[in-house]
């Protein structure tokens, strides 16, 4: 009877996870930064009948060198009710509900916050400086049918009040995506804090991916509130290519270019004029097997027209 719970649990029960390792040098300052762990969880999945399933995770921060509850809710699957939420993209037509602690659905980067999933070291320039690695509690209904994708989300946002969220995808035709999303804080039914709007390209072209995001946001800075905003309006761009070099040269390479700029036209205080930062990534990794890879990782960043600071990163970045 034990053994039979057992094997019935650990039918209903998917356990998985990554962590990576890395070294970074910064070349104008000759900073180094030695081994470290940049990110560990532990995902944890369960099935309780056909339409309701739940999901956790526990991650390691480095920032605060400590564990802390990275996602937490509850998926109802209102149609289609055969369908765990993935830990990864959701690509089975269905409709649901879900409640609890959660990355946004806001353009294409929140799909790839895990790093097993993100080809390169840092997140792309412009979403680094306005929503950052947008994780929150509320609630999310999501519709997928075919095409269309359809995200509307309620959580408690980067200031005092809640947050009112929406992206729609569409399948143009196949392996093209565009995608358009929208986040408003609110204090008030009359007070707007902040918001953000985006706009993606996804393309599949035989071993390519191409992906960009335009992305442009008033009162945020790298996923806070900025409260030294005074009603400007900043803007980004990004386009990325990954390339998996296997079925040309026989070996599991893959190459990662990417450029984005983010142009702030905020004014201080002081009357600063806006700030222009555009950032140059190159990355060639190397698939050990199919969770498992490494990384080599080199970042140019030029501030305005003077300061520049390029960094080189190596990472390890296992899955189970």
């Known amino acids: ?46 099935s309780y009948k056909e339409s309701l399933s739940l999901g956790t995770a526990i991650a390691f921060n480095p920032n605060m060198g400590q564990f802390e509850l990275a996602s937490a809710y509850l998926h109802y699957s209102i149609f289609n009710k055969a369908i765990m939420h993935p830990r990864r993209k959701e690509e089975r037509n269905h409709t649901a509900i879900m409640i609890g602690k959660f990355d946004v659905p806001f353009g294409l980067d929140y799909l790839s916050l895990a790093s097993p999933d993100r080809p390169t070291f840092y997140q792309p320039l412009p979403v680094e ?103 400007g309006t900043n803007h980004g761009f990004y386009i990325q290519a990954l390339t998996e070099l296997e079925p040309i040269i026989g070996l599991p390479y893959f190459v990662t270019a990417r450029y984005g700029i983010w142009n702030s036209s905020k004014y201080y205080k002081e009357e600063k004029p806006g700030d222009r930062q555009d950032r140059f990534t190159f990355t060639i990794g190397y698939h050990i097997c199919s969770e498992c890879s490494v990384r080599s990782d080199i970042q140019s960043d030029q501030f305005g027209k003077n300061e520049r600071s390029t960094q080189a990163t190596i990472q390890l970045v296992v899955g189970f």
């Open 129 to 231: 400086k306005s929503i950052g690695a947008w994780n929150d509690m509320g609630i999310n209904i999501h519709v997928l049918a075919d095409q269309l994708k359809g995200d509307f989300t309620i959580v408690n946002g980067f200031n005092e009040g809640v947050n009112l969220s929406a992206k729609i995808e569409y399948e143009i035709f196949q392996k093209l995506n565009m995608g358009i999303s929208h986040a408003s804080d609110f204090s008030s039914f009359k007070q707007r804090n902040n918001w953000a709007n985006g706009i993606s390209f996804l393309a599949d072209i035989d071993i390519v991916q191409i992906k960009s995001e335009y992305i442009w946001a008033r009162g945020l800075l790298h996923g806070e509130q900025d409260t030294l905003n005074a009603n």
């Open 1 to 46: 009877m034990a053994l039979f719970l057992i094997n019935v649990l650990s039918a209903q029960t998917e356990f998985s996870g990554f962590f990576d390792i890395y070294n970074s040098a910064q070349f104008e300052i000759e900073e180094y930064s030695g081994f470290q762990i940049n990110q560990f969880e532990l995902d944890i999945s369960h």
